[in-house]
């Protein structure tokens, strides 16, 4: 069972020449969302247990795992990575921000006030990831029409 979910949220690559540990895995897009949701409520956790809120500490954390969903997303899944981080920053939000009123609609409040307080390390988080995404995105078709045979006309 174990072995069937890590299968199911990495790759990994065969390191070219030889047997050995290979390349780093590769995330999946399932498994870049349960990263992301992972990483996001844990940054959100420690900041509320040390600091009894959600604050700096969980905005830094929110960053440094979109860098990581970014650079660690597999080719075929890059597009995961730009959008797994404002999901699992808006589940932080409702899950370990404290709400002022009870029901959905505090709920609600309480949410769309959390993301407009935090919008900058929202966007910064989610742009960090669009542009390395980018990159690579253009660093490998690059790569691949440099290895494509030219036809001569």
């Not at 790759?11 to 895995?25: D, E, H, K, Q, Y």
């Not at 949701?37 to 009894?52: E, N, P, Q, S």
């Not at 589940?91 to 409040?109: C, K, Y």
Request: proline content about 6%; hydrophobic content about 50%; glycine content about 16%.
């Amino acid at each position: 069972m174990k072995q069937a979910v890590q299968r199911l949220l990495t790759v990994r690559r065969p390191r070219a020449g030889g047997s050995g540990g290979g390349r780093p895995a590769r995330l999946t897009a399932v498994g870049t969302g349960v990263v992301a949701v992972a990483g996001t409520l844990a940054a959100a956790g420690l900041d509320r247990l040390l600091f009894g809120g959600l604050g700096v500490l969980f905005g830094l954390g929110y960053l440094v795992v979109c860098f990581q969903l970014a650079v660690r997303v597999r080719y075929p899944d890059l597009p995961a990575a730009p959008i797994c981080g404002p999901i699992a920053f808006a589940a932080a939000l409702v899950l370990l921000q404290p709400s002022t009123a009870p029901g959905f609609t505090g709920q609600l409040v309480s949410l769309a006030g959390g993301l407009a307080l935090r919008a900058g390390w929202l966007f910064a988080g989610t742009g960090l990831a669009g542009a390395i995404v980018t990159a690579r995105y253009l660093a490998q078709r690059r790569r691949h029409r440099a290895a494509a045979p030219r036809r001569s006309a």
